[in-house]
Nanobody
Framework: QVQLVESGGGLVQAGGSLRLSCAASGSISSINGMGWYRQAPGKQRELVAA???????NYADSVKGRFTISRDNAKNTVYLQMNSLKPDDTAVYYCKVVRLEGPLVYDYWGQGTQVTVSS
């Protein structure tokens, strides 16, 4: 099992910045991918950014050039630096961790943290 604790959400004006953190504990030795998703009211949950254990990254087109995902494998923590925030970025942001156990793949989700961007 993996437990995730997110922090860093809040209210910010358009153009501002926030940094989200997600710390993993438990069966962390087999964690592979880590990432951030978001879900706005009335919309489906969508991928924001993801990072592999080796550091390869993937971003949604809507956040490229503004958001940066990173991870500290020693601290089992993934970060999302969000700059130049827009009102459209308002959503609940969820951390997701993928754990591998042989041929099996397990997904774990954080509790979510609210990000609100005012215009």
């Amino acid at each position: 099992q993996v437990q995730l604790v997110e922090s860093g959400g809040g209210l910010v004006q358009a153009g501002g910045s926030l940094r989200l953190s997600c710390a993993a504990s438990g069966s962390i030795s087999s964690i592979n991918g880590m990432g951030w998703y978001r879900q706005a009211p009335g919309k489906q949950r969508e991928l924001v950014a993801a990072i592999t254990r080796g550091g390869s990254t993937n971003y949604a087109d809507s956040v490229k050039g503004r958001f940066t995902i990173s991870r500290d494998n020693a601290k089992n923590t993934v970060y999302l630096q969000m700059n130049s925030l827009k009102p459209d970025d308002t959503a609940v942001y969820y951390c997701k961790v993928v754990r591998l156990e042989g041929p099996l793949v397990y997904d774990y989700w954080g509790q979510g943290t609210q990000v609100t961007v005012s215009s």
